[in-house]
């Protein structure tokens, strides 16, 4: 019995240590400082890191900006038109960057096709995964973190 008690402290422990190494290694997107404040990460970092991964993971994976079209997808309306009421939408810096913060925006999707949004006239358009293969990159991300 003592055994067991032993190597059940043993296992609690090593699962302790690897969470809080996994959470100390986490790189976050730039975006993420532009979603939320210090304080509010430092919080998530310690209350709910799984809650921070997800939210990292939404920034960076929904969507992207690209020239090239890709094989099958829905045209939506322009990324103007989707911006949040209080953000703004700068094209030239989503050109530069080839990113947006998809918090600033509510972002049409489709679960089966891709949805493309025209950046102006640029040429560029923001490219949001279908909901089904978001959802099942976000599965394996989350598992890979440990979550």
């Known amino acids: 019995m003592k055994k067991a008690v032993l190597f059940l402290a043993v296992i609690c422990l090593m699962t302790s240590i690897f969470a809080q190494q996994n959470n ?6 730039r975006l993420l400082y532009q979603t939320l404040s210090a ?3 430092a ?3 310690k209350d709910a890191p799984s809650k921070l991964a997800d939210i990292n993971f939404d920034l960076t994976h929904l969507c992207y ?3 090239q079209l890709p094989e099958t997808y829905i045209m939506a309306n322009d990324i103007s038109t ?3 009421p209080d953000k ?3 094209i030239a810096e989503i050109v530069a960057s080839k990113r947006i913060n998809r918090f600033h925006y509510a972002l049409p999707s489709d679960d089966t096709r ?3 949004c025209p950046v102006g006239n640029t040429g560029f ?5 279908p909901h089904n293969e978001f959802l099942k990159q976000k599965r394996e991300y989350m598992k890979k973190m440990g979550y």
Do not use: G
Not at 24 to 29: G, I, L, N, P
Not at 125 to 129: D, E, G, P, Q
């Open 125 to 129: 358009y923001v490219i949001i995964l």
């Open 24 to 29: 100390s290694s986490m790189k976050y997107d």
């Open 88 to 90: 703004t939408c700068d």
């Open 114 to 116: 891709y949805t493309v």
């Open 82 to 84: 989707y911006v949040s």
């Open 39 to 41: 304080e509010e990460i």
């Open 65 to 67: 900006v690209d020239a």
């Open 43 to 45: 919080k998530l970092e």
